[in-house]
């Protein structure tokens, strides 16, 4: 599960999000025990894992990004920023079936739209358009939205860009005068028309892969309602409801909690959980997003697979199948030694905050490695500089320390970007420096300006191709990691899979 490939595809850009990762780990949400063992189907967490916490005030929001899916009317603020201002809620229920490592949702709204929020070319507001916008991650796919007012009804869908070429009528959203806000961890689409004052229902379908995260598959539903969408003296309970099914392929119960919100108990078999938001706890709702975590690490690795039959008349008589394979938890397996280098960008467009987030990156990488592995580090602009000339050092405490102190020194923009020459030389040092049974990962992290992007992953192909009978033995997992709004994840995406490794932002 924690080995997904890039997904690339030829939809149009308004079904699917724009390629960009967020920040897993400085997401925080605060820990719930539960207060009985009816709560939940698992055994109360005495610690929850400080990547699975976040903290969300009630009533906090951010003007520049929904936190729900919803009706805003948007305004610039300033170079690539917008303003949202979002409508009266009245309903807002997610229906959620996760299957293996996968989560489908539906989630359907109810808004009522006050004329001062509506656009149109008169702007006397009685009548105009207003945006439907919902937070997604890079992976999301949208598969559908409909509004339905009193008098009629939109639909979308999604399809290839080729096939809406010869489509007549009038266009708006993206690339009109009045431009869909454009964010990568966002979808928008415009609904023209609508009066002031119309009550207009929307229901969103999608598809988006579970997180992976401390033995567990995790769901997050965007459910923390902005400021100013409800009464202050409307609770939660009345206008949010949750249903989550938890599918696995085991014949084992699915263990289910969520460490944000009281949930109960609705369905349990072989195979599959269902819970929905408890409404007699409503003390206990925070206005923050619903999170669902499954546990799955267990003394032993876990799979399991599901398959679909051809569709009848179908000339392709080949079966689907999907499988999952968790892995056992860390304590129950010795871990394999590491070889790392990081290769950290350091050029003049790296400076300000992307440098700060890029040291923060790599410093985080330097505290996770263990005595049993090996490092260097390589800070490169037009130029490079290695924290180890001579090649891979234990990774002791002492060599740990001295490497953050180098990292805080070196590790200042200046200059252009060179990525090519520390990956061939990355490649190098593990050539002269073999160590059998070590698993050997390259880290870059950079922003991805650079020119020679195609010179770079066809240099990373020849190499695999020209390591021998087995180069996955020998050459090394080829990790990137985006700094940066404007960092080339196309790029990036395309030098992980070549180089059999992961990519994030």
């Not at 309602?225 to 099914?245: D, E, F, Q, R, Y």
């Not at 490497?403 to 990355?426: E, S, Y």
């Amino acid at each position: 599960a924690s080995l997904r490939r890039p997904q690339f595809d030829a939809h149009s850009g308004c079904a699917r999000s724009r390629d960009r990762r967020r920040a897993r780990h400085s997401r925080r949400f605060p820990r719930r025990v539960p207060d009985s063992p009816g709560d939940l189907l698992l055994p109360r967490f005495a610690h929850m894992p400080a990547a699975m916490r976040r903290e969300s005030p009630a009533g906090a929001t951010d003007h520049y990004r929904p936190a729900c899916p919803g009706l805003y009317a948007t305004s610039a603020a300033g170079e690539a920023e917008t303003v949202f201002t979002p409508a009266q809620l009245q309903k807002m229920d997610f229906h959620v079936e996760c299957h293996l490592s996968t989560a489908f949702v539906t989630v359907n709204t109810t808004w009522v739209v006050p004329g001062s929020l509506l656009k149109s070319a008169k702007n006397d507001g009685k009548k105009g358009n207003i945006t439907f916008a919902m937070p997604v991650t890079e992976q999301t796919t949208v598969t559908g939205v409909s509004a339905q007012m009193s008098n009629k009804r939109f639909a979308s869908g999604v399809m290839p860009n080729k096939d809406t070429k010869n489509m007549k009528g009038t266009r708006f959203g993206r690339n009109t005068a009045a431009p869909l806000p454009a964010h990568p961890e966002l979808f928008a689409i415009s609904i023209p028309g609508v009066p002031a004052g119309e009550t207009v229902h929307v229901q969103a379908t999608y598809f988006t892969p579970l997180d992976f995260e401390n033995g567990a598959y995790v769901f997050r539903a965007p459910t923390r309602l902005p400021t100013g969408c409800i009464s202050p003296n409307t609770p939660l309970t009345k206008v949010l409801s949750v249903m989550a099914t938890a599918r696995s392929a085991y014949s084992e119960q699915v263990q289910v909690m969520s460490p944000t919100h009281p949930v109960t108990l609705v369905q349990a078999g072989a195979g599959v959980t269902q819970v929905q938001l408890d409404p007699i706890k409503r003390e206990k709702w925070q206005n923050t997003e619903f999170v669902m975590v499954m546990p799955v690490w267990g003394g032993d690795i876990a799979a399991a697979g599901v398959q679909q039959p051809p569709a009848p008349g179908d000339p392709d008589r080949r079966h689907a199948f999907a499988i999952a394979i968790a892995p056992p938890k860390p304590e129950a397996v010795n871990p394999f030694p590491r070889d790392v280098i990081f290769l950290l960008d350091r050029s003049g467009s790296m400076g300000g905050g992307p440098m700060d987030a890029a040291r923060a990156a790599l410093i985080a990488g330097l505290k996770d490695l263990t005595p049993n592995d090996r490092f260097n580090i390589c800070a490169f602009d037009n130029l490079q500089i290695f924290f180890d000339q001579e090649g891979l050092t234990n990774a002791t405490n002492e060599a740990k320390d001295a490497a953050l102190r180098w990292v805080n020194v070196n590790c200042q923009a200046r200059g252009t970007t060179d990525i090519m020459t520390p990956l061939a030389r990355a490649l190098e040092l593990f050539s002269a420096q073999p160590n059998p049974g070590a698993v050997p990962m390259v880290f870059v992290i950079t922003d991805g300006a650079v020119e020679d992007e195609r010179e770079i992953c066809t240099f990373v192909e020849r190499a695999f191709k020209n390591g021998g009978a087995d180069p996955a033995a020998m050459l090394p997992r080829v990790n990137t990691f985006g700094i940066g709004r404007y960092a080339n994840h196309y790029f990036l995406k395309m030098l992980a899979g070549i180089g059999r490794g992961m990519n994030g932002a």
